[in-house]
């Protein structure tokens, strides 16, 4: 067949990739939307804000981010021995990308391998 015919029957094909990221796009929005509509939704919790004693929420951030940065350090001090240009940035991108992947994935599977990946792009090596 000719390049053009093939090109033509390309076109002419339904990606279902685009359509099935569009609807859930689609559907997340709504769940959104809803959410922030409903009657126990954004609003509720905005009208809670009031309640909320900011020592707790100081003290749960300042938790959050400690937790980060001593995993950061974690990842930096065993990683250092190895390679010794290795910067704590580059172990502060580890840690992170390993958080969202863990947030992300079923049941937390996801951080870990993201981490050896990222480490590995990183010149460290995995064994």
């Known amino acids: 067949m000719p390049q053009a015919v093939e090109d033509e029957k390309r076109k002419k094909q339904i990606d279902w990739k685009k359509i099935v990221s569009i609807v859930s796009i689609l559907i997340s929005l709504g769940i959104l939307f809803y959410f922030c509509i409903s009657k126990n939704g954004l609003l509720a919790l905005l009208g809670q804000l009031r309640r909320f004693k900011a020592a707790w ?3 749960a951030v300042s938790c959050m981010f400690g937790d980060l940065f001593l995993d950061a350090c974690l990842i930096y001090l065993f990683t250092k021995d190895a390679n010794p240009g290795y910067r704590f940035r580059f172990a502060l991108k580890v840690c992170l990308a390993g958080h969202f992947y863990s947030a992300i994935t079923p049941f937390q ?6 981490q050896i990946y990222l480490m590995s792009r990183q010149r460290i090596d995995p064994g």
């Open 57 to 59: 929420v100081v003290l």
């Open 109 to 114: 599977s996801g951080g870990q391998p993201m």
